[in-house]
């Protein structure tokens, strides 16, 4: 005779009032843990195996509706152009020199410069960037990969090489190490396994050595992971490189979020177009049953979809996955295709896999400003152009040509007296330290020479032998300068010792 019992506390007591103790109590309560389930299957109702995808579906979005609105994951962006277009409409583009400011001899090329940047450490920058760059190889491109962290180098952890392995050719240039077809370099290969002890001057100096120092040749696309924050580095990129995008890593908690917005407005400012939000760890997906599970939802996650839509950039999703920045812990050959993730080929089929592939698809159609679903439809050629342009007019006069081809002239003593750098205004106090006035009346005030600098300024040489940066965003404006008139209305954002927005009588 059997006796169903439901409640394994029962059988427990039962076999403390029959005597029983060690194995046989312990087979007894493990006994009434099985009835117990057991008695749960059947009495529950029999579920088809195969449920209906669409019923599901159904569910799921009546159960969003009572969800808050952070709890619900943002919109991504869709890929419309097929791959072996975009190959073809990148190699149309023209190539630009990698060379430092003022010329000198072109030794590098490359027709879209990328930048990887995040507005916090540890969100995983350097994994997307490296992966991106692999990517990209993977599409057919030329592919070079430049780590500009001086303090903490994160390229020599993912793709380990051997020691020793950078050199230098006949002209004192750094030649990129290739591994897997990818053009590397960082600070971390040419000084391995050592704490970066060096003051700001002279890794700006090492920054700037790197972005026209390493002799890549021709290239497709250059990408450069910059170091976390909105310092001297990208700034450093900004003036030496004419750079035709950036990529933004987050993840979904307050902290990073609110630095995507403040890295947002640096690139509006130097004129860096935002091409794509990756948000990292958005998800971890099971792999037994596929389900996706969000992850690090916090409210900050409701006012990212309006901050995106009203700047026009691009969100993509990247799952956390274990497997993404695994890496060796010694220089393995190329060939092996242990690392990066994406040229392991039994990581294919893996979500993060595909979150790179269209993330990568997703960049290169923003920065060739590719929009439509029909070739016809297609622009081709980077989106972002420059708000203004200025040229010198015989006799060292000034030229400012806006956007829509409208030519307006600009007093040399009015931009001159307006200089915000070191010697002009005090960094500290932001006292003006020459006379404007004086120089407002100077006609003998000539512009020398204009030269772009990056994408968002000119600097200008004066005939007193003084230097200017002006930004183009400012010379876009109302820039008609009367005698004795005060514009209160423009805003001349000066840089140059200093990246501030100053009002301005000009």
């Known amino acids: 005779m059997s006796v169903a019992l439901s409640d394994a506390w029962t059988l427990r007591q039962l076999a403390t009032l029959a005597g029983l103790s060690g194995a046989g109590a312990a087979a007894l309560f493990l006994l009434g843990r099985w009835s117990a389930q057991l008695d749960a299957k059947l009495a529950a109702p029999s579920v088809e195996v195969s449920a209906n995808k669409g019923a599901k579906k159904a569910a799921k979005a009546a159960d969003s509706v009572g969800t808050p609105p952070f709890m619900r994951p943002p919109a991504q962006v869709q890929c419309n152009i097929e791959e072996r277009n975009l190959v073809t409409f990148v190699r149309q583009l023209p190539s630009k020199p990698l060379v430092q400011r003022g010329g000198g001899e072109v030794h590098s090329t490359a027709k879209l410069v990328l930048l990887c940047a995040s507005g916090k450490g540890g969100v995983g920058k350097s994994t997307v960037s490296v ?56 600070w971390g290969y040419i000084n391995p396994g050592e704490a970066s002890t060096i003051r700001a001057p002279i890794a700006n100096q090492i920054v700037g050595q790197l972005l026209t120092g390493v002799e890549w040749g021709p290239l497709d696309i250059l990408i450069i992971d910059s170091p976390p924050g909105t310092g001297d580095v990208l700034l450093s990129i900004a003036q030496t490189l004419s750079v035709d995008g950036s990529v933004l890593v987050t993840t979904s908690n307050s902290i990073s979020l609110a630095d995507v917005d403040k890295g947002l407005q640096l690139f509006t400012k130097v004129e860096i177009e935002p091409l794509l939000v990756v948000r990292n760890m958005a998800s971890v997906c099971c792999e037994e049953c596929q389900h996706e599970q969000p992850l690090f939802m916090d409210s900050a996650m409701e006012g990212l979809s309006d901050l995106l839509s009203a700047r026009s950039v691009g969100l993509v999703d990247l799952p956390l996955d274990g497997k993404l920045s695994q890496a060796p812990l010694s220089f393995q050959p190329a060939n092996s295709l242990l690392y990066p993730f994406v040229r392991n080929p039994h990581h294919e089929a893996r979500a993060a896999w595909r979150a790179l592939r269209k993330a990568t698809r997703c960049v290169l159609e923003a920065a060739l400003g590719l929009k439509g679903g029909t070739t016809s439809s297609m622009t081709k050629g980077p989106r972002r152009e420059a708000p203004a342009s200025l040229r010198v007019r015989p006799g060292g006069l000034l030229e400012v040509r806006l956007r829509g081809g409208d030519l307006r002239p600009l007093s040399c003593g009015e931009l001159r007296a307006n200089c915000r750098c070191a010697l002009c205004v005090d960094e500290m106090t932001g006292e003006v330290k020459i006379d404007q006035a004086q120089i407002r009346e100077d006609l003998t005030l000539k512009a020398k020479t204009v030269e772009q600098v990056g994408n968002y300024a000119v600097s200008v040489v004066w005939s007193d032998g003084h230097q200017t940066l002006v930004a183009l965003r400012a010379l876009a404006g109302r820039l008609v300068v009367i005698r004795n008139l005060e514009l209160t209305s423009v805003h001349a954002e000066m840089v140059g010792g200093q990246e501030k927005v100053k009002k301005s009588n000009w």
């Open 131 to 186: 992966n991106l760059a692999y990517m990209m190889k993977q599409m057919g491109f030329e592919v070079a990969l430049l780590d500009l962290d001086i303090y903490g180098p994160s390229l020599p952890e993912l793709v380990r090489l051997p020691p020793n392995c950078v050199t230098q050719n006949e002209a004192g240039r750094i030649i990129p190490i290739d591994y897997g077809g990818v053009a590397l370099m960082s």
